[in-house]
């Protein structure tokens, strides 16, 4: 029974929780997340928000769609009760009402559904075959002499291709090649075109373009002869078909792929008129720069070999001579005079050391010479004196004689 109530326990949910699991379950499932559903537009609704909704229905049941602002201000078909469409979303719940919905990102008429499958089938064929690979695609030239121009005659298309060209490089020659973007005839046209381009004109790179339409308008452009044909083309292609949402064979196969036919011009032409211009411009700033270092440089290397050929030069060697001559007898002249100079400070140092040895410098300070008068010898014991003996006295300013009459130790 504990058993029981455990489990009772554990699968007990509340609405929002349930609701909020089912919602993740639906999210993990990678079918539900990208899903083609056919049927018919009914109860279609455009609030103020700008989202749309509708349901789409059979003869059996029907299922709630709604289509954000930002996918909806994409859409260029007319919606209308009771029209039969395919759309493209994800399966989810709408939690607040607990109901499951189909949010829709694209809608396409009912019958383009089998077109569309057939588009899906080829694209991938040829991508197995590596034609839609990024490793083959070309670099488009940054400054392209000759461009050529693939689209209608009578198409918005070309004017705009046009005006753009010759607003950001007026430079460039630009080669038309006509063909029909529409219809039977247009495939094998536009394929003759390429080739006609690339045999006679050799242009830097080509536009393929043309504006935008249905399924089956840009479906020429879907065609595996000019999807072929652009892999092989000898100039780099870029592809310009339709609007931005619009995406054809061509666009893979194409080197590069432009949103509209104005922005493949654009793409053609990175480079502009006005970067020319700048470029030009500091090229010529970097040659007067360049110009004016050289002179600098010049002007330095004239200097040093002006100071080199000055220091070489006879005139520059016999004032050197003549200096160091000058320095010679002054040298001549100073060394008998310092050698006297020297010669008489060692005298005086000799004089001043005999001085200072001479006994009548001491006398002269104050002291006296003692001297036996028999044979003038100098006392320097009194054990070479006796008592009674006649001794002479020498002191600063003469001598006097004294007898010796005590001996003191």
Not at 59 to 76: I, P
Not at 241 to 259: I, S, Y
């Amino acid at each position: 029974m504990e058993a029981q109530l455990s489990l009772f326990e554990i699968a007990r949910w509340t609405v929002s929780g349930l609701t909020r699991y089912l919602s993740q379950r639906l999210a993990e499932d990678p079918l539900l997340q990208d899903v083609w559903v056919e049927g018919e537009i009914s109860n279609l609704s455009r609030p103020t928000s700008g989202h749309l909704y509708f349901t789409l229905k059979d003869d059996a049941t029907q299922l709630r769609c709604v289509m954000w602002r930002s996918e909806a201000a994409r859409l260029r078909l007319a919606l209308s009760d009771g029209m039969a469409v395919t759309a493209h979303g994800y399966i989810s719940i709408y939690e607040a009402g607990g109901l499951y919905q189909l949010y829709v990102d694209s809608l396409r008429p009912a019958g383009e559904g089998a077109l569309f499958q057939e588009f899906l089938h080829l694209k991938e064929r040829l991508a197995a075959e590596g034609l839609f690979d990024t490793a083959r695609k070309r670099p488009i030239p940054s400054r392209a002499r000759r461009i050529g121009v693939i689209t209608s005659p009578t198409g918005a298309a070309l004017r705009d291709i046009l005006h753009v060209l010759r607003r950001r490089n007026p430079l460039a020659e630009v080669v038309f090649a006509s063909a029909p973007v529409q219809g039977e005839d247009a495939p094998p046209r536009l394929v003759e075109a390429l080739e006609r381009l690339n045999r006679i004109a050799r242009p830097d790179v080509i536009l393929l373009a043309r504006g935008g339409g249905s399924l089956e308008d840009l479906w020429a452009f879907n065609d595996e002869r000019l999807v072929r044909a652009i892999v092989a083309s000898t100039a780099p292609v870029i592809s310009g078909v339709g609007h931005e949402t619009d995406f054809t064979l061509a666009d893979f196969a194409a080197d590069l792929r432009a949103p509209t036919p104005t922005a493949a011009a654009e793409l053609a032409t990175p480079i502009t008129l006005e970067d020319l211009r700048a470029v030009w411009q500091n090229q010529q700033e970097r040659l007067r720069a360049g110009l004016q270092t050289a002179l600098v440089n010049r002007r330095q290397a004239l200097r040093q070999l002006q100071t080199r050929l000055e220091f070489s030069s006879p005139a520059r060697r016999i004032q050197s001579e003549r200096q160091r001559l000058d320095e010679w007898a002054r040298r001549l002249i100073a060394a008998p005079l310092q050698r006297l100079h020297l010669t008489r400070t060692r005298l005086r140092g000799l004089e001043d050391h005999l001085h200072a040895l001479n006994p009548w410098a001491v006398v002269q300070r104050g002291y006296a010479i003692v001297t036996r008068q028999t044979d003038g010898q100098i006392i320097t014991s009194r054990q070479s004196v006796q008592r009674g003996e006649a001794l002479q006295v020498r002191v600063r300013d003469g001598a006097f004689g004294v007898a010796v009459t005590d001996i003191s130790p």
